[in-house]
Nanobody, 122 residues
Framework: QMQLVESGGGLVQPGDSLTLSCVAS????????MAWLRQAPGKEREFVSG???????YYADSVKGRFTAARDNGRNTLSLEMNSLKPDDTAVYYC????????????????WGQGTQVTVSS
């Protein structure tokens, strides 16, 4: 069965940086997108960043210029370098996978991990 495991979250001050990592296993053969989604308390899960099979990258407007995603198909990994973190970035961050989906639409992702908590204090 498909499994996605996130790591790298923590408690940081505004302006600090964190790098999240996702390791995937059990994926079926074929082209698929990998993405980072996040969910803050009381809010819906939202798209943060995604990378297609061939390496095209997408970012939510709220993180453009601050976050950088990287994908390694050979190692089945996805990372997210987060810089200049803000309190509004506080959320549980999930690694997610979808086949032939609208990449920037969070509700279209059927597979995601257990998440890693990122907390940015004021």
């Amino acid at each position: 069965q498909m499994q996605l495991v996130e790591s790298g979250g923590g408690l940081v001050q505004p302006g600090d940086s964190l790098t999240l990592s996702c390791v995937a296993s059990g994926l079926a053969f074929g082209n698929y997108a990998m993405a980072w989604l996040r969910q803050a308390p009381g809010k819906e899960r939202e798209f943060v960043s995604g990378v297609t099979w061939i390496g095209r990258k997408y970012y939510a407007d709220s993180v453009k210029g601050r976050f950088t995603a990287a994908r390694d198909n050979g190692r089945n990994t996805l990372s997210l370098e987060m810089n200049s973190l803000k309190p509004d970035d506080t959320a549980v961050y999930y690694c997610a996978v979808c086949y032939n989906c609208p990449i920037q639409t969070a509700e279209e992702y059927d597979h995601w991990g257990q998440g890693t908590q990122v907390t940015v204090s004021s």
